[in-house]
């Protein structure tokens, strides 16, 4: 299996930045598609970003041009640089991707999720 980790949560005042990064490892022969997800309290997870492995990106309208999502193929990881950060960004940010240990078969992968919290 692919196991996700994801780090660089934590609390920040509006207006400032965080880095968070996620790293995969395991039984991997590819990852493909990677992405980060967000829930905040009462409220479902919704997509905030996506990226390709050959780098395309997509991002939901509420954080395009204030987030920026990237990849280390070499690494088998991704990062989401956040700036601008307000406080209905606050929630728990969960990493996905793909993976296929044949490359034929692909499932999708979920990080345990940090915390991001936007407080003044």
């Known amino acids: 299996q692919v196991q996700l980790v994801e780090s660089g949560g934590g609390l920040v005042q509006p207006g400032g930045s965080l880095r968070l990064s996620c790293a995969a490892s395991g039984r991997i022969f590819s990852i493909g598609v990677m992405g980060w997800y967000r829930q905040a309290p009462g409220k479902q997870r919704e997509l905030v970003a996506t990226?390709?492995?050959?780098?395309?990106?997509s991002y939901a309208d509420s954080v395009k041009g204030r987030f920026s999502i990237s990849r280390n193929n070499a690494k088998n990881t991704e990062y989401l640089q956040m700036s601008s950060l307000k406080p209905e960004d606050s929630a728990v940010y969960y990493c996905?991707?793909?993976?296929?240990?044949?490359?034929?078969?692909?499932?999708?992968?979920w990080g345990q999720g940090t915390q991001v919290t936007v407080s003044s």
């Open positions: 996905y991707a793909t993976g296929s240990l044949s490359g034929s078969t692909w499932s999708g992968y």
């Open positions: 990226i390709t492995r050959g780098g395309n990106t």
